[in-house]
């Protein structure tokens, strides 16, 4: 089965090389496709030139930032993968736990894998980043009637053929809930596998805030009201 990398990215010139030779050493096979959600910090210059002569690595530009939701859309009308991974550009999220992400899939398990953070080991993970997380995963159970520990999760792969049955509008990271919320009102069962994690503060380009905990709630009642 082929992998699809999906990796949205807006001014992350210091990760984003690392990140994709992390992902470029995994021994899937796959494709790489980044989505440069326009970046200002020189981000793009750096994919463009990592991108020639790839074959493996796909680079779109948008000519503005739109957000991660939106920047996620664009990569998935691009894929040709069996299953699609989504990796964030930044180094929180470590490419070395794949296995655990894609094996309960290839193996018939399920169809759908979310890493979970509390579930494995987290390092630098501020207080209200855990307050806020352990929040929203707490509603998401309570209005869908599930068990998840970390649904706000960078991490999450999906067989791609769950995907094209899923309807997707928020352009910013309210695509976590979104998704989410789709695939449990369509009875999809979401495995969770312990992932590592090593945080980032504001000062280190971390973007998500409080405003978006606030879209999340709203995204995740809206969605079960149908």
Same mark, same amino acid.
């Given at each position: 089965m082929r992998l699809s990398v999906i990796i949205p990215v807006y001014n992350e010139r210091w990760t984003i090389q690392e990140v994709l030779r992390r992902v470029g050493g995994t021994t899937y096979d796959k494709e790489i496709i980044v989505v440069d959600d326009g970046s200002t910090d020189g981000t793009g210059q750096i994919l463009g030139e990592l991108a020639d002569g790839k074959t493996d690595l796909r680079v779109i530009f948008h000519p503005e930032n739109r957000g991660k939701g939106a920047a996620i859309r664009t990569a998935l009308a691009h894929v040709t993968g069996d299953i699609v991974l989504i990796q964030d550009a930044d180094l929180e999220y470590d490419p070395a736990d794949y296995p655990r992400l894609l094996d309960p899939i290839l193996a018939g398990k399920t169809?759908?894998?979310?890493?979970?953070?509390?579930?494995? /080991?987290?390092? %630098?993970?501020?207080?209200?980043?855990?307050?806020? #997380?352990?929040?929203?995963?707490?509603?998401? #159970? $309570?209005?869908?009637?599930?068990?998840?520990? !970390?649904?706000?999760?960078?991490?999450?792969?999906? =067989?791609?053929?769950?995907?094209?049955? *899923?309807? $997707? /509008?928020?352009?910013?990271? !309210?695509?976590?809930?979104?998704?989410? =919320?789709? $695939?449990?009102?369509?009875?999809?069962?979401?495995?969770? *596998?312990?992932?590592?994690?090593?945080?980032?503060?504001?000062?280190?380009? %971390?973007?998500?805030?409080?405003?978006?905990?606030?879209?999340?709630? $709203? *995204?995740l009642f809206r969605q079960r009201l149908g």
């Open positions: 169809r759908v894998v979310y890493g979970s953070r509390f579930l494995g /080991k987290r390092e %630098k993970m501020g207080i209200w980043h855990v307050l806020g #997380n352990r929040f929203l995963t707490a509603w998401t #159970n $309570l209005l869908y009637q599930t068990s998840l520990t !970390d649904m706000e999760t960078g991490y999450k792969a999906f =067989a791609t053929e769950v995907l094209r049955g *899923v309807q $997707l /509008k928020g352009d910013r990271f !309210d695509f976590e809930p979104e998704i989410t =919320a789709a $695939l449990l009102r369509q009875g999809h069962k979401i495995l969770e *596998v312990p992932i590592s994690y090593k945080g980032r503060g504001r000062k280190e380009g %971390k973007k998500i805030g409080w405003r978006d905990g606030i879209t999340a709630t $709203l *995204v």
